[in-house]
């Protein structure tokens, strides 16, 4: 579970990450990352509109997005602010098919900056 210092809960820290972020996009989401202060705990936000489905459908595909984002904390606990869209797509995916597309939009929009991440391990986040 993502804790509270890794949630983002403001409007503006949304709305930065998704507008200067690195932006990377699969089936079932997409996905924007920007980096931030090394100081800085991670943060990751979750967007998951009424097209998704219903609050049942919803409240779900937030769930396993939080539990496949704390991966990405494992390996980047500083340094990173990301934001994950949920595509309608995404309240027929299993929970595989949602983490298969995280890791791979997470790969490929952190690639441009990942040098400069402080990282627990190189690679990516933890599978």
């Known amino acids: 579970m993502l804790s509270s210092k890794n949630r983002m809960r403001l409007s503006a820290d949304f709305s930065t990450t998704v507008r200067s972020g690195a932006r990377s996009g699969r089936r079932n989401l997409v996905l924007y990352a920007v980096p931030t202060a090394l100081d800085q705990p991670s943060t990751f936000g979750f967007i998951v509109s009424k097209a998704v489905g219903n609050a049942v459908t919803r409240n779900l595909v937030k769930r396993r997005l939080r539990e496949i984002a704390v991966q990405s904390l494992r ?34 929009a952190t690639s441009k900056f990942r040098a400069a991440l402080p990282a627990a391990e190189q690679g990516g986040p933890a599978e």
Do not use: I, M
């Not at 980047?76 to 890791?103: E, I």
């Open 75 to 108: 390996a980047y606990p500083q340094g990173l602010s990301v934001v994950v869209r949920a595509l309608p797509p995404a309240a027929n995916a299993n929970f595989g098919a949602l983490s298969n597309d995280y890791r791979k939009t997470f790969a490929a």
